[in-house]
């Protein structure tokens, strides 16, 4: 079955200790998405990749990156995680970005940071 | 500026009752796109339907109907005869034909007792 496949399910960090979240997905879908979601909030979005194209919401924390080596795969880098960096993250995809597009969801990442 | 709104917090009812979920949006767009997603405990967000703005007819999915009334700006959700297995957090979102965000509700947690 297509999906979206994140990798840890759970990941537990240092405060201040580089960690890198993972997602792959075999839609062929050309549009990747990084989530952040706190307990009893609604996603909110971090940033995006359409193909290559790296496009960053103007309030993510510089704290924050990504890479994408290619269409499958897309990482979340989190330079220094601080305490409130603890969360769900959830990576989504999609086959563009406007129209009838619909964005699927992998299981999400939970963050622990001590 | 666009907003979702679902007013119920939180809903519980006994298994095998009817249940309907709230959802009101706001746009001035034309062309937009409305979504429901379930979050189960494990964290998946799940998508279960998109309704785009030209089409008003309700759509029924087994236990699933959802009733969509551009008069009132409402795209509410009902389960018949409820189970265990749709306690959730169910969020309503809104995207508008030209731009890649979701906007997103605050979640309706739903319980459904035995």
């Known amino acids: 079955d297509a999906m979206v496949i994140q990798n840890p399910r759970y990941q537990v960090t240092q405060f201040g200790k580089p960690v890198t979240l993972s997602c792959s997905q075999t839609?062929?879908?050309?549009?990747m998405y990084w989530y952040q979601q706190k307990s009893s909030q609604a996603p909110k979005l971090l940033f995006h990749?359409?193909?290559?194209?790296?496009?960053n919401e103007a309030d993510t924390p510089d704290n924050f990156q990504s890479r994408r080596p290619n269409t499958s795969f897309c990482f979340l880098d989190i330079r220094s995680p601080g305490l409130g960096d603890a969360a769900m993250y959830l990576c989504?995809?999609?086959?563009?970005?406007?129209?009838?597009?619909?964005?699927?969801f992998g299981p999400g990442t939970r963050l622990t940071v001590l | 500026a666009q907003k979702v709104t679902q007013a119920q917090t939180e809903i519980s009812v006994v298994e095998k009752e009817d249940v309907t979920l709230d959802c009101v949006y706001e746009?001035?767009?034309?062309?937009?796109?409305l979504f429901w997603y379930k979050q189960p405990p494990s964290g998946e967000l799940v998508f279960l339907i998109r309704?785009?703005?030209?089409d008003e007819q309700n759509e029924i999915s087994g236990r699933y109907s959802w009733n969509f009334q551009k008069s009132t700006s409402s795209f509410n959700f009902t389960i018949t005869a409820s189970q265990v297995v749709d306690s959730a957090v169910y969020f309503c979102?809104?995207?508008?034909?030209?731009?890649?965000?979701?906007?997103w509700g605050a979640g309706t947690k739903l319980i459904i007792k035995p």
């Open positions: 989504a995809t999609s086959g563009r970005t406007e129209g009838t597009d619909t964005q699927y």
């Open positions: 839609l062929n879908h050309n549009v």
């Open positions: 990749y359409y193909d290559k194209d790296f496009n």
């Open positions: 746009t001035r767009d034309t062309t937009y796109y």
């Open positions: 309704r785009n703005s030209f």
């Open positions: 979102a809104l995207r508008l034909y030209s731009n890649y965000q979701l906007i």
